[in-house]
């Protein structure tokens, strides 16, 4: 049994990351899943709530809200494979959770580029800018603001996703190898 959770910035690479692991037959348990069903919840649009969500859920329920909803979804994965990736991790204290729940099976990938790229990167997909014009910078402080920077401190392996896509996605291959 291996559990590999990925932490980086936006635009660093995780959703990737993740296609990668996909193809490879490898399920990936996305964090982000649990706060965009909550925004449905609450009849909200993901798009354009999801970080007012994610802050609200932590504050409601604690700073492990996220990843302890994302248990039941990685042990079921866990049932049929024996390999999962968590796709989104936001603060050392998620990763306290998996760690205590998957002790050494638990593995931990930093994904990072510098931000100039990964703004490059979020232009490009048309999608990741909300309505109340929450810029990259905010995003990050916000994210910094959850613990992801001490997240990213403790990663096990880290990828600098400066190069091609080709070379990032053979990184991935090797690291889930």
Same mark, same amino acid.
């Given at each position: 049994?291996? &559990?590999?959770?990925?932490?980086?910035?936006?635009?660093?690479?995780?959703?990737?990351?993740?296609? &990668?692991?996909?193809?490879?037959?490898?399920?990936? #348990?996305?964090?982000?899943?649990?706060? $965009?069903?909550?925004?449905?919840?609450?009849?909200?649009?993901?798009?354009?709530?999801?970080?007012?969500?994610?802050?609200?859920? $932590?504050?409601?329920?604690?700073?492990?809200?996220?990843?302890? /909803?994302? %248990?039941?979804?990685?042990?079921?994965?866990?049932?049929?494979?024996?390999?999962? &990736?968590?796709?989104?991790?936001?603060?050392?204290?998620? #990763?306290?959770?998996?760690?205590?729940?998957?002790?050494?099976?638990?593995? %931990?990938?930093? #994904?990072? =580029?510098?931000?100039? %790229?990964?703004?490059?990167?979020?232009?490009?997909?048309?999608?990741?800018?909300?309505?109340?014009?929450?810029?990259? /910078? /905010?995003?990050?402080?916000?994210?910094?603001?959850?613990?992801?920077?001490?997240? %990213?401190?403790?990663?096990? &392996?880290?990828?600098?996703?400066?190069?091609?896509?080709?070379?990032?996605?053979?990184?991935?291959?090797?690291?889930? =190898?």
């Amino acid at each position: 049994m291996r &559990v590999i959770g990925t932490v980086g910035l936006a635009g660093s690479g995780k959703g990737e990351f993740a296609a &990668v692991a996909e193809r490879m037959e490898i399920p990936v #348990v996305t964090m982000g899943d649990v706060i $965009r069903a909550e925004c449905r919840k609450r009849g909200l649009d993901p798009a354009e709530h999801h970080g007012e969500v994610a802050s609200a859920l $932590r504050e409601e329920n604690g700073p492990t809200a996220i990843a302890e /909803a994302s %248990l039941p979804h990685i042990e079921a994965a866990l049932e049929r494979h024996d390999t999962v &990736v968590v796709d989104g991790i936001r603060s050392g204290i998620e #990763v306290d959770i998996f760690e205590e729940r998957f002790e050494d099976a638990f593995v %931990l990938v930093g #994904v990072e =580029a510098p931000f100039e %790229l990964r703004r490059e990167r979020i232009d490009g997909r048309g999608r990741d800018n909300t309505e109340d014009g929450e810029g990259l /910078a /905010a995003r990050d402080e916000r994210e910094l603001g959850f613990g992801l920077g001490d997240a %990213l401190d403790r990663a096990d &392996v880290t990828i600098e996703n400066t190069g091609t896509l080709e070379r990032f996605r053979e990184r991935v291959t090797e690291v889930l =190898a």
